[in-house]
């Protein structure tokens, strides 16, 4: 099984819906992050928590909001989606800082297209 | 100027030939440098950690130069399956988010 897995892997909506993407991971990581990526723009992040507790915005946070329920669990949503959001949006995991390892973890990635 | 900067190519080399990558950085005190790989649609994946004495994993070196604040990727006989965009990754470590670069291109062809 993958270590980080995001649902849904696809999604299809209208503009002024709200969407929710899911995040799960086994790597019992304390951080975690969400980034969406465009074509030429690379990955932008959008929010990320270092525990349960901590929540941070990240460079592109309007328009979004996170929910770090348990470790393992980290959700973004769209409260109202736009048709610029739509975008591959990826989640990420790392554990805490060890000199030269903060390396990340991604999820397979959500693509999401707002129609 | 960004704080992570790489030539988005494509790069288009054919099979065996050598190809290097550089990015440069504009904190000089960063900490940590990746390199990562991602293919089309695909999620980032590391490729190899750029330490100060320089690294080699098989075919791949990688190399960092503090005083010009650029690492590179270097590419020995690149395979068809080397097409992918390749993405620099800079940390400050601690508490700050490593930041990505955009990516640089590779399209290896027969």
């Known amino acids: 099984d993958a270590d980080v897995t995001q649902t849904p892997r696809n999604r299809i909506t209208k503009t002024g819906k709200r969407i929710m993407l899911e995040c799960s991971q086994t790597?019992?990581?304390?951080?975690m992050y969400w980034y969406r990526q465009d074509p030429g723009l690379g990955l932008r992040l959008i929010y990320y928590?270092?525990?349960?507790?901590?929540?941070n915005k990240g460079e592109i946070s309007d328009g979004y909001s996170v929910s770090r329920q348990a470790q393992a669990k980290f959700s973004l949503s769209l409260e109202s989606a736009i048709p610029n959001q739509t975008a591959l949006y990826f989640c990420?995991?790392?554990?805490?800082?060890?000199?030269?390892?903060?390396?990340?973890?991604f999820g397979p990635g959500t693509r999401l297209t707002v129609l | 100027r960004k704080e992570v900067e790489q030539d988005p190519g494509p790069f288009n080399v054919p099979e065996g030939a050598t190809v290097a990558f550089n990015c440069t950085y504009s904190?000089?005190?960063?900490?940590?440098f990746f390199w990562y790989r991602q293919d089309c649609r695909k999620e980032p994946k590391l490729l190899m950690s750029?330490?100060?004495s320089g690294n080699e994993d098989g075919r791949f070196t990688a190399q960092l130069n503090r005083a010009s604040q650029y690492i590179s990727l270097l590419i020995r006989d690149s395979k068809l399956s080397d097409s992918a965009t390749y993405l620099c990754?800079?940390?400050?470590?601690?508490?700050?988010?490593?930041?990505f670069g955009r990516g640089t291109s590779l399209i290896v062809h027969p």
């Open positions: 904190n000089s005190a960063s900490q940590s």
């Open positions: 990420a995991t790392s554990d805490k800082y060890t000199a030269g390892t903060d390396t990340q973890y």
């Open positions: 990754v800079v940390s400050l470590g601690g508490s700050y988010i490593p930041t």
């Open positions: 750029v330490y100060s």
């Open positions: 928590s270092f525990d349960v507790k901590d929540i």
């Open positions: 790597k019992g990581h304390d951080r």
